[in-house]
Structure formats: C-alpha cells, structure tokens
C-alpha cells in the first residue's frame, strides 16, 4: 500500500504543470535566507532547487580529485539517527524525491515533495546538509561504484572523447579533469574529506535557493531558517581564477575499433555576463544549434547523409566559455564530416548570418524557451540559473526583448569576434582509415 501510494504521489509530482508567467517574488526568511519563489495552486506541489557556487569540479585539489561527486553519491545515504534505509524509507513514505550533484561550477540539490508533505522533507535535506553520516558501508559502496564508472569510461567513445577534450583544453586546470576524479584520487577519499566539503562549501555565502508550486511566502519564510540556518555561514571562497581555453592541437584521433567514429569538438567561447551574449546566442543558433536547420546540420546531415545529428552551442562557466560540440560520422566518412564543419564555421565568420537566417533565429530562441518550462522542476532550475548569473528578477519579462534587439550588424560583428576557425579543435574516437593532420592519443591517456 506505501508503495502504491508513493507511485502514484511520484507520477503526481512529475507531472505537475505551472504557470510560468506568474510573478517572481523575493522571499527573506526572519533570519535572513533569501529564495525566488513563484507561487502555483494548480496541483499540490512543490519543487525546491538549491545551488552552491565553487562546489562542483573546480574545487579541491588533483589528489582529492571526485570529492564532491562522491559527496552527491551519499548525502541521501544517511543522516543524523537515520542510516541508509531509514533515511530512504522515510522518503519513499513522504512520496518524495531529493538528489544531489556535483556540476563544473556548482554544487546542486533537487527536492520534489507534495505540498503537506514538505515541510518533513525539508527536515531530511537540513539533516543531510548538516549531519551526514558517510558510513563506511555507503561509501565502500559507491566508491566501488565510482571506481566502475571510471573503468567503463575508458572504453566508452563518447566518453574518451570528451574528457580528452577538456584535458587539452584546460591542461593542469580543474575544468580539465573528470568531476568523477581518477582511481587514486577516489580512493584516498575518506569520510572525514566528504564531512570537510559539505562543512566548507555547502555554506550559506554561496547558496541560492528557487521554490516553485503549491506555498505563500508566509509558510516558506520560516521553512528556510529551519532548513538552512544551521549551514555554515560563511564557506571556503572559490580561489580558482579566470581562465582561458588554449587548444594545443587542431586534430587528436584515439584509435578504437568501432564501426563509427565518436567526435567531440569545440573552440573558447564567451561567459554569460559577455555583452554579445545575445548576439552569439543566435550565431551559433544558426550555424550549428538550432536543430536539423542550422548550417551545420544541413550540411553534414541533410545534404550529404554522413551523420544522424551534429550540433554546437555556448557553454558559458564561472571562470571561463567554450563553444562545444558532437557529431558522429562513418569512420570513411568522419574526415569529410569535419571539413564541412570547419568550412561552415569560417563561412559564418566571414560573412555572418543573413538577415531571414537572423529572423527565424529570433523566433526560435524566443518561441521555444516557454516550452522548457513546462514542470515546477525545471521553472525552479531556470531560477536558479538567473540568480547564479546575475541576470535579474525580471529577466523572464524581458528575455525577449533583449533577443528581438540583435540587429544583422551585430550578428556579423560578433559571428567575427567569437567564431574561431583558426582555433576550432577536434577529438576523434574511433578507427577511420585515414585522418589528415590527425595526431595521435592513447584512448585512456
């Protein structure tokens, strides 16, 4: 009967719609903790986004490399009097969801409960984020976990490609190693390292908070002092400084022998407070993000056949931007597959966008965002994102106009200032027989 009754509660909370036009409003606890809330009575719901900046993959050291991915591995395994079963079964009794994960950048949790529901499952994440328990067992567990997941992604194309990519993009940087850390660095994590993080960076100077579904400000107010006043106050800064990408190679190939190659490309790109960042918005829109319409795809996949989906887009970080990429092509096929990228991409740098491409850029970039915003879940997650970008409270009124100002002359400028070709830079998994310019890299190194 519990069972079927948080099955049914689940499907409930995943299925939740919202009214994303209505109002954002700024909550202040009585002690202080600030939240965006945004109040909707449709179904009995709530879902509540939090973000620590500086706890993701850039924080730490080479050695403790996977510590905060381990971190979000186990918070939800025990807390306070409440070892793993509790804690979980105490969940699934509530019919309620909370994850945690480590990003680049952020730290992140994720809670979804039925509005009467909330207010104890509040209690489980304050426990969690002030009294984990990281017993040995849980971690033994999903240290073994981990250290599985690492092995397979030394065979897996899309894998090897991506963290190859980033290691010569960053090399020595923390935006170069893998959020899951390396064997040795996994297992010289310790209970004590994950009480340190949680201590050090999930602290209140760095939280931003997002409500979203079935609560007023009243109720939420004293909600947040009961889950958050006990964090740390202030957290260890994030020290890391601005970085730039500085690709060594053009063209990297690991040999593997499979039947179609895996490719990974990209270039620097700009940050999210960069002032063209609407203009390079709907650039790259047109050249390689927008779907089976963009240069690119109509090009690689439309005209010629030789993928089934390629696509590019602004990767904005807290200390740096990339412009990333993938496509997978035939192995006879790949090399052809990036020559008409790299020629799509000088194309656009030369003459930019043409006024009907920069229009329908305009009308997709404002007409689809609305559909993302179709659960209380991801409403609160856009949340998030704004105030971890500083774009403001009314930023959802007036995205569109912010769009609808790129006129064609600053498409053409930016497509030249942010596009690349010189520096765009390809990973290669796979066994294609031949590759000009192509150096080679072991697929594991």
């Known amino acids: 009967m519990i069972r079927a009754t948080f099955l049914a509660a689940f499907a409930l909370l995943l299925a939740a719609p919202v009214h994303a036009a209505a109002p954002i409003k700024e909550v202040k606890s009585p002690g202080g903790i600030t939240a965006w809330l945004i109040e909707d009575r449709t179904v009995p719901v709530v879902s509540l986004e939090v973000a620590f900046r500086g706890g993701g993959v850039t924080f730490g050291s080479d ?3 996977g510590l905060a991915s381990l971190a979000a591995g186990l918070l939800d395994e025990g807390a306070g009097d409440l070892d793993t079963t509790a804690y979980q079964t105490r969940l699934e009794d509530l019919a309620s969801s909370l994850s945690f994960r480590a990003g680049q950048d952020n730290f992140s949790v994720n809670l979804r409960s039925l ?6 499952t509040l209690d489980l994440l304050s ?8 017993d040995e ?7 073994s976990a981990t250290l599985d997941a690492l092995s397979r992604e030394l065979k897996q194309p899309n894998s090897i490609a991506m963290r ?45 908070i997002a409500v979203v579904g079935d609560i007023d400000a009243g109720t939420l107010g004293p909600l947040l002092d009961k889950t958050f006043g006990a964090l740390t106050r202030e957290g260890v800064p994030d020290t890391m400084p601005e970085v730039a990408a500085k690709p060594l190679h053009q063209l990297l190939l690991a040999t593997l ?53 390629v696509s590019a887009s602004l990767n904005p970080l807290r200390h740096t931007g990339v412009i990333l990429g993938q496509v997978g092509s035939q192995n006879a096929k790949v090399g052809q597959a990036i020559d008409l990228i790299r020629g799509e991409w000088k194309r656009m740098h030369d003459d930019g966008p043409t006024a009907k491409e920069l229009a329908d ?11 993302g915003l179709d659960s209380t879940g991801r409403i609160a ?33 930016v497509a030249k200032r942010v596009l690349d070709p010189d520096n765009l830079f390809f990973v290669v998994v796979g066994s294609p027989p031949s590759l000009a310019g192509a150096e080679m890299v072991t697929p594991g190194g």
């Open 63 to 65: 050695a403790k490399a």
């Open 257 to 309: 022998p499979i039947p179609q190659s895996v490719v990974v490309f990209g270039q620097p790109g700009i940050k999210r407070a960069d002032p063209d960042w609407y203009a390079a918005l709907a650039v790259l829109n047109i050249l390689s993000s927008g779907g089976l319409t963009s240069r690119v795809a109509l090009e690689v996949r439309e005209e010629r056949g030789l993928a089934y989906s």
């Open 361 to 371: 850029a305009k009308t997709y970039l404002t007409g689809s965002f609305p559909l």
């Open 164 to 208: 190859t990519w980033w290691r010569q993009e960053y090399p020595g940087l923390p935006y170069g190693r893998s959020g899951r850390g390396t064997p040795d660095s996994v297992n010289s994590i310790t209970a004590d390292d994950l009480r340190g993080f949680v201590k050090q960076r999930l602290a209140r100077d760095q939280m931003v």
């Open 127 to 134: 426990m969690a984020l002030t009294s984990p328990r990281f």
């Open 115 to 120: 509005a009467a529901n909330l207010a104890p």
């Open 381 to 413: 997650a856009t949340l998030i994102a704004i105030q971890l970008d500083h774009l403001g409270i009314d930023y959802l009124a007036k995205r569109d106009a912010l769009i609808e100002k790129v006129t064609l002359a600053d498409a053409k400028r």
């Open 137 to 143: 067992a849980p971690l033994a567990r999903e240290r």
